[in-house]
Each structure stands twice: as C-alpha cells, then as structure tokens.
C-alpha cells in the first residue's frame, strides 16, 4: 500500500541536513510519496527506517518475468478495470504431459509455434508450454523439456513436477529461459528451494487453501526466494472466482505480502468449448498464468481476445487503425462514408452497413480514439483534416463517383468540406445514429 | 503473518423479479454481493438462460446456428415448442423481427397473432422482443402485451424514446419490463427513474444496458456493468438494483468470427466451434460482470455456460 508523505516523514531522521539535496525532511518524504526519489538519497536513514520503506515501495503485486522473450505477470494494482487499466496480460501455456508420445508432443510444439493471431494490430500468442511430469522418470521428463525447449525457442516454459529429482534433470536444458519451476509444496520445500535458488528461476508453490498458502509462502521467502508463483489449487470455477478474489483483496487492500505474488491457474477440462469457458473467468478475475490443455485455433482466438479487451486502458479509448475498409463486395460504385477511428464507432457503424446489405467504403480517419462528436468538439475531425484525409487516401482511386457521406451529427461541416474537397467532389449529409444507416443505404441504392 | 479472509460487506441487494406464470414460473436476482463470492454474499438465484427464437425464419443467421433449428424455424410455434421440450429451455425469448419497417414490415396484428399461437405452445415462460424500431415497438409491443395478458411475460425494449407507451402497456397487462439504454451507467439509472415516475413498480424492471460481443466492444459493457452492480451494492442506490440482461445472441452471431469459413480464415479454425466459443465467452464474460439473465442462440454455447454457472455456484 502506497503510503503518505507524511506517513513517511515518521521515519526520516528530521534533521533536515539538505544532504539528499531537499531543504527538509519533509519535502523529502514528500518526493518520495510521489514515488520520485529513492530512500537512497538519505545517507542518515535507520536499517529499521529504510526496511519499512523499502517494504513500501515494493508494488503491492510483485512482478515476475517469465521465458525468452520476457513475458511479465503480476504488478497489479486494482480489483476492477474500470478503475485503472489491468497491467500485464496474462499469458496462456499450453499443458503437455511427458507421458505423451513423440509425435504428438511434435504436434503441440508445432501448435504453439503457429498460435499468433494478429487482433486490432497487436500480435497475440500462446506464451508458455507447461511440461508435466506424469511418468515419474526424471529422465523421460527431462527428454521432453528439451524436445520442447528446442522446438519451441520463443514459448517460455513452467517445469511441472514436484519431484525435485525430475526438475534437476530437466532445469539444465532450460535454465537460461526464465523457466518457472512448479513447483514446491510443503513436503519437498527444501530441495525445489534449493534449486530454485541455485538457478536464479521463479517458483511456484502450491498449497491447499489460502491459510495454508500464505504460511508456505512466507516460508519459502524466508529461505530466500522472491520470484514465487501461487497456486491455492483452485481448480472449479468458483473456487478460482472466491480465492483469486481473495488473493488480490489481500494483497492490494491489506497489505498482505505472503499472497502479494502472480497466481497460476490449471483450468484444464476434457470438453474443450467449457475448458474456454473456464480459463475466461482466470481471464476476468486475477489469474496471472493460465494452463490450458487444448489451444485449437478458434479457442485461443476466443480467449486471446477476451484477455486483449479485458487488458485494454479503459482510459485509453480504444483505436482502430485509419484506412478505407472494403465492407461487402464493394466496387467503384458503392459508396462511401467517412467516420471517426474509437473502436465502439467504427464497430457499430460497420455492423449496421453490414446489416443493410448495401456494399460500402467506410473511410475511418485516425482521430486519436474518439467519437464523432467528441473528435469534432477537440478539433480533430474536422472539414480541413477530413478533406486532407480523404484526398491523401485510396478513396479517390476506389470509386468512381466523388461522394462523401458525412455523419450527421456533423452536418455543419458539409458545405466547407465541400470546398475543401474541391475537385467536383459532394458531400451528403448522412443519418445522425448508426442504427438509422440501413434504410439510409437502402434508400439510395 | 496469519491470514485473514478480506471480507467486503454490502448494503444494497439486486431486486428479486419473478415471471411467468403457475409452476413454469422463474425468478432472478435477489443477490446481496458482487458476482459468485459465496463467502461474502447470498445468491438465491442462478442467472437464467431464455432461447431466442423469432417470427421470421432466421435467415440471417450464421449457417452453424440456423440449421440447428432447420424444420422448426419456419413456425414460431413449432421453434418454440423444441426449444421447450426438446432442448429444455426454461424460459423463451420471442424476438419479433419481422416487425422491423426494413424487414418484412409485419403489423401489429401479425405479430399478436405469433404471440397468441406462441403462449399456447409452451407453459415456460415469455420473454417479447421488439425488433428494435423504437417507433415500431411501441405499437408492436402494445399489442402484443394485450394478447399475453394473464402470463407475467418480460415485454422489451422499452427505451427512452418509446418507454412511455409500452410502459402503460406493462402496467395495463400486468407484465414485467426491460429498460435499454445506451451503455451508460447515468443514463441508464436515468431511465429507470423515468419509468419509475410513471407509476411501474421498479421490482418489475430488468435493465439491459446495451450488450456486446467478445472483441467488439464487450469491454465497455463488462465495465459499465461491474459499476451498475457497485452502484446498487456499494452505494445501495435503489434505482440501479434492478437485474441486469444480457441479449447477447444478435452481437455475436453478426460477428465475422461467427460466421467466416475457415477456408477464408485458416488461422481462426473450425467455425462450428468458433461460433458456439464466441457466444459461450461473450456469455460468461456477462455472467461474471453480473448478468441475471441471458437471451442466446446456440444450445451448445448455452449448455457450456449452463455448466459454468452450475460450477461457480
């Protein structure tokens, strides 16, 4: 929990000696609430003074970076989106069992390598592959983490086994990663820590319950590690729903550091439509790694973009790329409208031409994100920049006719950006809500 | 450091709404927490699922969901009665789309005489669905509240520019009433006062506010749903306590992920299952912001999600 300037002045040496360049101690502290020096600056600070602060300033949710290409979990700091944006994606890891024969651990290997799909121009994939010790042969377990390890470079990968001879065997092949070993549990604690500490890897720790959990992870910090990884054994729904609840509650509102860490969620199902189903309620509530069994391409399309809209700043509107879209077969006598990038606008004037059948041009000018009001108000979509827009883009290439259809909440603008336009082109002046385009398009069809 | 179960208290609690009629008859809401938190909160009642089924055969509908319903879809009363009997639903939404002046324009007597053959055909309960046309609406649905006078039906949408009429119409009929407005956490509350001030019971309302489908938009109305919900918990406003609807079934099965062929999209997969995932997530996405009651269209996706809500439980 962030503390106060003044809380932090309490344990300043208030001699006000300007050494960490401040005139006081309070304004010190003051900078340090906001987060924009460092307790450092203070030669003359207790050890007691500088364990609390630091304590403080650690975020609430640790941060954890996972595999090759540095896959961030945790450092969360609200229970509901709408209140700041959710922080790190969580990503997804595909299980693979070591019982699995060759070729269809080749199978998985391949899956995983082709899982990035491209949504709204950010590129989204399977990040992890989760190898399980089911055999119980550290050899065979070790056998597939390198097969893995070999043929998926990019996938970062959790070690699952709580046999700490299996991990030994197996860390080798991958232990330059950011492997995240799972994991410890109360009977083989020393030798994972071990391990974990000897290979500077995360841990995962897994105990029944939230009592149970918080004791092995304050044990496990005590002994030295600090890239820990929770798992209560939340597996039904509503377990997952009440304890990562309660997880983050603690974490964020009380302070409680023992659960103050990224949580992993095994969601696996036989059905794979409900295994879907699962992993979107670890999605939506506060699971930082979800393990799944199957990752068929519509499913990780589904649950890919879930976690994009649940991850999206909701102070940040959402932004569809600016460029002329072809709706329907249109052709160079369909027509054309202009409208506003904020991803609401253009989804919903999109499914209402859709929805009247008429092939179109939907011109959708990069606005920074707002609607067509909003962007006409701040200046933004306006005659100038929409004629500059409309002229420097492929419309006057795709349709014969030079019309522009113009929102009609922005009718005031048609007879300027007629002029604008100039080059015999008209503007029509367009209906003012979505939902009236259908018999707009179909009236002059 | 022991741990310490951080508990939430609530002040409000979501109306209780029952409908339908004698034994078939269903109720929502009545929970004092936010969603499936058992251990801070009592959830009398599952959010429910109704079936979508319309007046017109479903001729837009993606291939995958249409022909689930080929051989019943040509008679709302026969679509009706499978949804009932042969996939167990507990409740029907009848959407009259061919009301819509773009579409087949069908009257208003058309449309009682589809609820009429409707209300006969099953004892489950009804929801009536408008086809959107605000101006259309009000005279659709005044009638057909006429014709289901004596089933406790959900008549919709009733909206700010139409509220009025198919509010007496309500009230007149003795029927329960959906307020839609356009995902705004203030205009929403702002209608339910309106409807209030003519007199309807606010027990009687569900409020949808303005559904969408996973990967258009679905985040704005997750968010503005979780607030409604804390507004009425939290802040214990009586006029944002109403159950919330989720009419999801249009949204998602316009969406290209719901109907493109895999053979245009190789990289999305089979479109069967892609069609029932889009709908079960866009689903339990409602579920978990805290939707009462849904209106869908695959059984399968409703099937998942049934199975869902029996787990979080």
């Known amino acids: 929990m962030a503390l106060s300037g003044v809380e932090i002045f309490k344990h300043l040496p208030k001699t006000n000696c300007k050494k960490c360049g401040y005139p006081t101690c309070l304004a010190f502290a003051m900078k340090l609430a906001a987060l924009q020096e460092s307790t450092d600056k203070c030669p003359d600070l207790s050890e007691e003074a500088k364990k609390f602060l630091g304590a ?23 229970l509901f989106r709408h209140e700041k944006k959710f922080v790190n994606p ?9 019982t699995e024969g060759a070729d269809a651990i080749t199978k998985h290997i391949a899956d995983v390598n082709s899982s990035e799909i491209d949504r709204v121009g950010q590129m989204l994939r399977v990040d992890l592959i989760c190898v399980t010790d089911e055999s119980g042969d550290a050899a065979r377990f070790a056998a597939v983490v390198k097969q893995v390890a070999d043929g998926a470079p990019n996938a970062g990968l959790i070690l699952n086994s709580s046999r700490p001879a299996s991990i030994e065997a197996a860390i080798g092949h991958c232990a330059d990663k950011k492997p995240l070993v799972y994991g410890a549990n109360a009977e083989n604690l020393d030798a994972m820590v071990k391990i974990a500490k000897e290979k500077k890897v995360a841990l995962g720790i897994f105990a029944k319950g939230l009592d149970a959990l918080s004791d092995l992870s304050e044990k496990v910090k005590g002994m030295g590690v600090t890239d820990i990884v929770l798992d209560s054994g939340a597996r039904t729904a509503k377990e997952m729903v009440e304890e990562y609840t309660m997880i983050r509650r603690a974490a964020l509102k009380k302070s409680f550091k023992p659960l103050g860490f990224p949580v992993i969620s095994f969601v696996g199902r036989d059905d794979s439509t409900f295994e879907a189903v699962v992993a979107s309620i670890g999605i939506m509530k506060y699971a930082s790694i979800i393990v799944v069994n199957s990752i068929e391409k519509w499913k990780t399309l589904a649950l890919l973009t879930l976690r994009q809209n649940i991850y999206t700043d909701p102070q940040v509107p959402m932004q569809v790329e600016q460029k002329i879209y072809k709706i329907g ?15 609401l606008t253009y989804f919903i004037v999109r499914g209402e031409i859709e929805n009247s059948k008429v092939p179109c041009w939907l011109a959708i000018m990069n606005v920074e994100g707002l609607s ?10 306006v005659a100038g920049s929409i004629a500059n827009f409309i002229k420097d883009s492929e419309a006057p290439k795709l349709v014969a006719k030079k019309e522009l259809i113009l929102p009609g909440y922005v009718s005031v603008l048609s007879g300027s950006l007629e002029d604008k336009l100039g080059d015999g082109w008209k503007v029509v002046v367009g209906p003012r809500e979505a939902n009236q385009l259908p018999a707009f398009l179909k009236g002059r069809a | 450091m022991p741990f310490v179960m951080p508990k939430d208290t609530y002040a409000g609690k979501v109306n209780t709404l029952t409908f339908g009629s004698e ?8 929970e004092n927490g936010l969603p499936f938190l058992s251990f801070e909160s009592i959830i009398p009642n599952r959010p429910l699922i109704a079936l979508e089924i319309q007046d017109v055969a479903p001729s837009d509908w993606p291939d995958t969901v249409r022909t689930v319903y080929d051989g019943v879809s040509d008679s709302p009363a026969k679509w009706a009665r499978f949804c009932q009997d042969s996939l167990g639903a507990k409740i029907v939404a009848l959407r009259l789309t061919g009301t819509h002046p773009d579409r087949e324009n069908r009257s208003a007597e058309d449309a009682v005489k589809t609820v009429t053959e409707v209300l006969s055909a099953i004892d489950v309960p009804l929801m009536i ?26 008549l919709g949408k009733a909206q700010e520019e139409n509220y009025k009429t198919i509010v007496t119409a309500a009230i007149a009929n003795n029927h329960k009433l959906i307020a839609m407005s356009q995902l705004d956490v203030n205009l929403a509350k702002q209608l339910n006062i309106l409807i209030t001030q003519m007199g309807f019971n606010k027990d009687n309302i569900i409020m949808d506010p303005m559904s969408s489908a996973l990967g258009y938009g679905i985040e704005y109305t997750y968010s503005v749903m979780e607030r409604i919900r804390q507004a009425a918990l939290v802040q214990n406003d009586p006029m944002m306590q109403t159950p919330l609807l989720c009419d999801i079934g249009p949204n998602v099965w316009k969406t290209k992920e719901s109907a493109a062929p895999e053979s245009e999209l190789p990289e999305w997969g089979s479109l069967e299952e892609r069609g029932i995932v889009w709908e079960s997530v866009t689903a339990s996405t409602m579920i978990m912001a805290g939707c009462n009651l849904l209106v869908m269209r695959h059984p399968k996706a409703i099937e998942a999600v049934n199975k869902l809500v029996s787990e979080l439980i």
């Open chain 1, 90 to 98: 969580c990503p997804i890891a595909l299980n693979i069992k070591d």
């Open chain 1, 56 to 78: 403080a300033a650690e975020p609430p949710i640790k941060g954890i970076t996972l595999g090759p290409k540095g896959v961030k979990v945790g450092e969360e700091t609200v």
């Open chain 1, 329 to 343: 077969d249109a052709n160079e006598n369909s027509p054309l409208l202009v409208t506003t990038n904020f991803s």
């Open chain 2, 129 to 154: 669905l408008g086809s959107g046309h605000t101006e259309k609406d009000a005279q659709v649905l005044k009638a057909a509240a006429e014709a289901a006078k004596g089933r406790e039906c959900i």
């Open chain 2, 23 to 30: 034994d078939k008859a269903v109720t929502i809401g009545g």
């Open chain 1, 372 to 381: 067509v009001l909003t962007a006409w108000a701040a200046g933004k979509f």
